[in-house]
């Protein structure tokens, strides 16, 4: 059963946080250095995967032993570097997860799975908001734009943590029709769940896996479930450029948001009854700017809220708190942040997806800008 709902806690004031610089050395320096290291050293591997500017494009992460993962990044013309890079909370240096193989090149496309001649290794893709932790495992849930071809691929992946290698996850392997569509990848703790969903109008159905599966199961026998649902009722509703979906723990529900198509909009799903589909709820608040696009929906536990971005506001984030039950109205509200320096720019080509994330570590939100 779903745990009754705590008190909801009362929407940011608005009175600005403080935000900081974390870490002195910044992602490209240390993929320079990794790839000067290479026996093919640095111009053979730029020539081969393609310089490093565009390996987090339309990428999201995922904290990950005190780290922010990006488990795997760029495809689609942007990069082709598959190697798995961290950025360590602690000390603030970027970490080498594991090398980028010597497969990656811009000529090459993936295949059904989303790799590309490596069982069970991903090759460099969008990883939008597909990229989860559980336990101490990654979840990639979903294959988009893996190498240079726009399409996707059914098939997830799973980053072992304790034998450091990428396996095959689930048996849903093979082009998928919504090879245009990104998705939501999502935890349900409660119910040992992996969730994902299309963040596009007009696909009835969200899947979901025994999370399970990561702590010694078979990888790889298990199919995942697929939940018809009903279309939300809207003819513009959200699309590949919506804000997001989250899960909120206490209420038990999936949120989805989207500024682009439908401001001002809310839509909610009870996770224990998915079948019934996404119900509008009343907002209040905050009017949000438009358009935002692809600017990702964290939840932040000490506020039992979510976080979001517009990108074109580098110290701003936008927060979505419930007033009571799932289905009662959503506030949002928008917090101003400075700092001791200026406020770096989000990423314009793709936006910041789940490029931030909230760290228990630091009690805050880490965000990877340009």
Known sequence: PAPAPAPAPAPPTGIGGSFRQFGTQTLAVHLNAVRTALPEGLIAADTRMLPVSGYTAFSGGTIWRDMFSF???GGHGDSFDDGHYALDLASGTWQTILLPSTVGNSSIAADI???????????SQHSYQHLITVGDDIILGFTYAAGYLASGSKQAHRWNGANAVWERYGTLSGSTSNNSVEHAVLYDEGRQRIWRMPIQAGIPFVEWLPAELTTGGTI????????NVPAIANSNTYDIYSNGVGYHPVLDCFVAVSQHDLPQQVFVMDAGKPAAGWTSVTVTGATMPTPMVNAGLEYIPPLGCFASVNYLENNVFYYLTPSGTKFQPWAWSKETFTGNTTAAAWSSDGAPQHKFRWSDLLGGLVCVKD
């Not at 790889?220 to 939940?227: A, C, P, S, V």
């Open 220 to 227: 790889g026998t298990t199919d995942w479930t697929t939940i």
């Open 113 to 123: 799975y989303g790799e590309w001649g490596i069982t069970g290794r991903p090759a």
């Open 71 to 73: 488990g795997v990044s």
